[in-house]
């Protein structure tokens, strides 16, 4: 390579137009995956929409809640002002992280005359000016409507959209049919049985999903191969650790199979949920009768021919009465348990993340400050976290949960208080996470690089996130990846004593207490499959955190410790 | 050789001439640890710097040396503030800089960088060569980010190492070439003065000549202005200009190099140079060894702080006759005292003590034992012993120590010696012997060692 400034400083674009073939290949590929599922994907870019708009509806709620609180105690024409100076500080804080994001300085850019001291606030200011003017360019000029327009336009688009078909969806692999008088099958799959009609779309939705995930590392090899500037970097060695790890490359796959689970739940399940577990009475079945002729009626009127409570039975791979296949036969209730357990997936999954996230976010972060600055701030935590851990651990959810559901909060109705549960559960656990990773946290901190950064004055929070956060996000992923199994069974555990998850939200647990008493009976499945598979869910998570452990092993990335020699 | 008392206090000037370009003045600095809050978490502070006077001239290289845990590389850190001084000022062309802060303290910085001593802890392994050289350009947003990583590729060009080293990651590098990096980083913001603080003491020996030729090359290229913290003798007899000698927070001696190696003047400097080899076998120079382990800098000694170890140290006239090994003896017992003194006595131990019962601290007469083992105890100082002993079996140890030092106490343990100026350089000594009182230094050395 020349000393030649622009060899020197080739940017990602400028090496992929050296060398695009490597990109375009990927690109293309991927770009088929995604029209195969175009209409999944649109409906995702939708909900994603939906709660953006949430956001920002929360932070003008809250703008508008202080605002109208103001103008009813004080006086009716300060309402709209408190209005917009609340707004203004909420952009104000916003304005914070947007200064931060953007390559560029404002100050710098307009070319003011600010002294060298003032810059960062000045640009702070700029940056909220524009976007207080932004917001009220949109809620009182006619520019509103037109974006209105615009969005809405988006919105009817991605409907559009999300209505195509899509290679895994229920229409494409139809396997609801009935039986003809003539023999052979109306309604399914080119004809097939049901069960056969499922299989092959339970093979295309895990096939799917695995080509997907295959051709993301694929796009990461081709990077690494063909774009990347540095030829090693430290996860190399990571991955390839991961690489040779048997174990854990089984706990991911069973992630994965649980993860696809939860995301392709509709397309899973041989009835929809709607049918199956919300209006059981409102969707009706046509199946041949006894006497060979056709006859219609509710789901929910042939579910209580079809229990399985120990006197009748429809058990794992058999068709019902009523030619309903039921992989994993039907619940107490006369449903199909497959379905069940798919959208009970999603639960626990939501749950899961949700918890593990907040408690492993908060964990992460609370480190970085009491690590830091140690000290009066860590006493603090310690003094916290212990209150928390010191109540026993069942005893404070269910205090939290009464509490919560007595008062009728408005939480309790989100996800039939999954939600609820989740944040409760976030609380509880982050004590442990932040325990766990104080010991790495308070090593790192005493690295020389970090007083170095101290040195030439680098700012505390970006020294955290710099030079702290990336040793120590390897221990927090490894102990959230345990702890999300655990957190898997104790919603099932709470849902098994009747707390949690509200019917008709589906969740493991609650199949289990269901079906405990058939266990002994030719009903055992109930119990047992959702058993097995929480079983086998939270077997895979320890083995991949125990993979991640290996391959990520810090000792072996990070020289020696300890602060400068000498005095 | 004019022996001029110089209080340190009053009349600062160290050296020659006033119109000499002085770029850091530091004076009286003070940085202790701990025990500054009060209430039960407080406690005596560790003394790590306890009174510094000097300067630091443009582009010059002034030495730091010491033994381990003597406080240089604290006063380093304390002068580019990555700790805070407890008492004194550091001027830095006239700004005092322990009261900056904020903005003015991040503006400074730019003029002060450091050079730590392990470059396997100093360099963030997860971060690319170019992003750890271009970290105090993006903090302090110099240029456009393209220029800076044009600058980037200049400096690694600067140190020696290659321009595509940018996108490599420090695991990729040799301990040498990792220092080069850190120097790298060093230079990113053009400082004017340089904290080394041991920078080639973790290398192999075969590199560290290297590194240390880099650093005087650039040192002439940018006029740059070093304090270099070493415990090589013989590297600070090759790179710097003037040298101070640590010893327990306080600088012994401060002067010229070559005077300094040839003709040490504090006690400490010389048992010091006596530590370095001698490649001359015919060389009839006796080793002074010191005894013992510097004290404990939360208990520094009240009078001079080499005092505990000193070979010249000034005995109390009546007793100018005892053997050294005598003086040894009481000294390792006032040691020992001093210690049991600060220990905490459980209440367990307190009431073992009173039932007669055996404790974990030993008795008088095993004291004693290790302290004198078989020197022979001249018959004039043992009343003086037995009062001691008395003290000591009433578990009395401040009693004990003012009976000793009543006793065998002179000049040194006494008071503070103040700075004398040795020679017409402006070399400055912390000795009492100094004084035309007492015999000098080197005399007394000769007496008691040759």
Sequence with gaps: MSTNDTEDDRTLRDRVAENPRPAAVWLAGFAVLILLELGRFADGATNLGIIAELGVAAVVGTAKLIGGNVGSTVADPLGPVVFALTLVLILAGLAGIIRSLIPFSPTKTLDLDVPDARRVLVDRVLVTAALAGLTALLMLTPVGDAVDTGVAAIISGLDAASNLPTITSRELIPNQGHRLPEGGWEGTFLGLSPAVAWFIRVCVVYGYAFLLLYWFWRGYLTYRDHYREADWAPIDDTTNRLRGHPWGQAGLVIVIMFVVMAVWAPALGPVTAEENLYQPYQNEHTYLNDNGELETSAHGTLNIQTRSNGDSNVGPFSYDQYDRWAPFGTNSDGKDLFTFLMYGARTSLVIGLLATGLSAGFALALAMVTAYYRGLVDLVAVIGSDSIQSVPFILLVLLLFVVFREADHPIVSLYDGGILLALILAFTYWPALWRSIRGPSLQIAQAEWIDAAKSFGQRPSVTMRKHMAPYVVIYIIIYASLVLGTIVITTAALSFLGLGINPPTPEWGRMIAEGRSFISTKSWHVATIPGILIVFVVTGFNAFGDALRDAMDVQADVGGEGGGGGA | ?450
Excluded at chain 2, 343 to 360: C, H, N, P, Q, Y
Aim: contains cysteine; aromatic residues 8%; negative net charge.
């Design chain 2, 1 to 450: 050789m004019s022996q001029d008392a110089i209080h340190p206090e009053t009349d600062v000037e160290t050296a020659g001439s006033p119109e000499e370009d002085v770029m850091v003045e530091v004076r009286n600095l003070k940085t202790y640890y701990g025990g500054d809050k009060p209430g039960p978490f407080g406690g005596r502070p560790v003394r790590a710097v306890d009174g510094v006077t000097f300067d630091i001239r443009r582009g010059e290289t002034l030495g730091l040396v010491g033994e381990s845990g003597c406080g240089k590389t604290t006063l380093g850190r304390t002068l580019i503030q990555l700790e805070n001084a407890t008492d004194g000022t550091i001027r830095f062309d006239g700004t005092d800089i322990t009261t900056l802060n904020g903005y003015e303290l991040k503006q400074w910085r730019r003029n002060a960088q450091m050079v730590f001593q392990d470059p396997d802890s100093s360099l963030n392994d997860r971060m690319t060569v170019g992003e750890i050289v271009r970290e105090p350009l993006d903090v302090h947003e110099w240029g456009t980010p393209r220029e800076r990583r044009q600058r980037v590729r200049d400096l690694l060009d600067t140190v020696g190492l290659q321009r595509e080293h940018y996108y490599r990651y420090p695991h990729q590098f040799s301990g040498g070439q990792r220092q080069r990096i850190g120097i790298a980083r060093t230079l990113a913001l053009e400082p004017e003065f340089i904290v080394l603080d041991e920078p080639v003491s973790a290398l192999d020996v075969s590199v560290q000549a290297e590194v240390i030729n880099l650093l005087e090359e650039l040192q002439d290229d940018f006029g740059l202005t070093y304090l270099f913290i070493a415990h090589d003798l013989s590297v600070v007899r090759h790179i710097c200009d003037r040298v101070a000698v640590m010893y327990l927070g306080n600088i012994m001696e401060l002067g010229p190099t070559e005077e300094l190696f040839s003709d040490p003047a504090n006690p400490y400097t010389h048992s010091l140079l006596s530590a370095i080899p001698e490649p001359d076998p015919t060389s009839d120079a006796e080793r002074i060894t010191l005894h013992g382990t510097p004290p404990n800098p939360r208990y520094p000694p009240d009078g001079c702080p080499f005092s505990t170890r000193c070979p010249a140290r000034i005995r109390p006239p009546g007793y100018d006759d005892l053997d050294d090994e005598v003086w040894q003896a009481i000294t390792t017992l006032e040691e020992i005292l001093r210690e049991r003194m600060r220990a905490d006595r459980s209440i367990k131990d307190r009431v073992r003590g009173m039932l007669g019962l055996e404790t974990r601290y030993s008795t008088i007469d095993e004291i004693y034992d290790e302290a004198f083992g078989d020197v022979r105890v001249p018959s004039r100082i043992e009343p003086t012993l037995d009062d001691v002993a008395e003290h000591v079996s009433a578990n009395n140890e401040s009693d004990a120590l003012e009976v000793l030092k009543e006793e065998f106490s002179g000049a040194c343990q006494k008071q503070k010696p103040e700075y004398y100026t040795v020679s017409n350089s402006g070399r400055r000594s912390y000795c009492h012997r100094h004084d035309p009182e007492y015999r000098s230094p080197e005399q007394t050395l000769d007496d008691r060692h040759r």
